[in-house]
Structure formats: structure tokens, C-alpha cells
């Protein structure tokens, strides 16, 4: 299937973002307190690009939580439509973007132009904020452990916390998707 018709399948992301269960309250926290950064010449340049989105994701997923309201806010200043795909219903497009040609890892975000070209792919996370996730999985027992599934969850709880609050974090997605996207021509 073409990367027009996986858009044209896709919800709307304000659809999605209503019918959400698990973040819908952590998504709209980033959401209403992140303010993209005087960044009018990008802006500008990715406006005349005309580029839709698709993105492969999950409500329960912490990092969609945490990328989604930053690629949203970008969206609504240059004009890209968004468009969201669940991952676990969607595997054959999911397939097509592994993380290192194996993990199922999201959120994906798949740029297209007009004509339904793929022009970008970003995801599943900003490189600092992948940094931070290996730093705090190196503190988990063996996953053989008794003590691994509560301390796992711990992790996950810590994990939550430090994306809905920390700005730094924040900030950290937008330069990442900004590196990604400031080079298309």
C-alpha cells in the first residue's frame, strides 16, 4: 500500500487524541505548556514544503506522549496535516520502519509531500532523550530477576514524570525533529 493511501486510512490526529484512554491527560499537559521558540526561518522553510504526516502510535506509548504534542505544535505553525495510524493494527506499515531492523519502537513519524513521497523519517526518540532511557535501564535487575517487573514499572512511572514535566526534554524533541527536517529542499 502507498504512503498516500496508509494517509488516507489514517485518523485525524485531534480524532485520535479524543478518543485516547491511557495519555490523553499527559499529552494535552505538553501539549498546552510547550511553546515552539522564534524559529521563523524554519518555519517558513518547511511551510512551502506542503508536507503531511503520518504517525505509527499507541495511546499507552510514554513516547508518544512526549513527541506527539511537540510535532503537533510544529504542525499547526507550518501548515502539515497529521495524521495517526495505531502500530498494533497496522503492522505491515509498522514493519517498514523498525528501529535497527528489528523493534517495533514508536512513535514513527513519516514525512510526505504531495505526492505522497516519503521526504523524512523521525523517531522514536530525540538522541538525549534515547540517552536518558539507557541511563535509567541500566539501574533494572536481570529480567529474570523476582524484583524486575516492579522495578521496570518504577522505571516507566520515573520515565512518565520526567517527560511531563521537564521542558529540557521537551526542547530536546524540537531540535531533534528541527535537525531532521531543516535539510529538505
Not at 503537533?72 to 523498525?98: C, F, G, P
Not at 519502537?105 to 513519516?110: A, E, L, R, Y
Not at 541511563?135 to 521496570?152: Q, V, Y
Not at 520515573?158 to 517527560?163: A, I, K, R
Given at each position: 500500500?502507498?504512503l ?5 486510512k ?18 494535552l ?87 505522497g ?30 524484583e524486575?517487573k ?36
Amino acid at each position: 500500500m502507498s504512503l498516500n493511501n496508509w494517509f488516507n486510512k489514517a485518523i485525524p490526529h485531534q480524532e485520535y487524541i479524543d478518543t485516547m484512554e491511557s495519555h490523553k491527560e499527559n499529552l494535552l499537559h505538553i501539549y498546552n505548556r510547550f511553546t515552539l521558540p522564534e524559529d521563523e526561518e524554519f518555519f517558513s522553510t518547511l511551510t512551502i514544503q506542503h508536507l503531511r504526516v503520518i504517525v505509527i502510535t499507541e495511546d499507552w506509548c510514554g513516547d508518544a506522549m512526549l513527541n506527539t504534542p511537540i510535532l503537533l505544535h510544529l504542525a499547526e505553525k507550518t501548515n502539515m496535516e497529521v495524521r495517526m495510524i495505531l502500530r498494533d493494527q497496522n503492522l505491515e506499515l509498522m514493519d517498514q520502519y523498525l528501529t535497527n531492523g528489528k523493534s517495533r519502537s514508536f512513535p514513527i513519524f513519516i514525512f510526505i509531500d504531495e505526492s505522497g513521497n516519503e521526504v523524512a523519517k523521525w523517531g522514536p526518540r530525540a538522541e538525549s532523550v534515547q540517552q536518558f532511557v539507557n541511563t535509567i535501564r541500566t539501574e533494572l535487575p536481570d529480567k529474570e530477576a523476582a524484583e524486575f517487573k516492579e522495578k521496570f514499572n518504577e522505571m516507566i512511572q520515573t520515565m512518565t514524570q520526567q517527560f511531563v514535566s521537564d521542558e529540557k526534554i521537551w526542547n530536546e524533541v524540537y531540535k531533534s525533529l528541527k535537525n531532521k527536517l531543516a535539510n529538505l529542499s
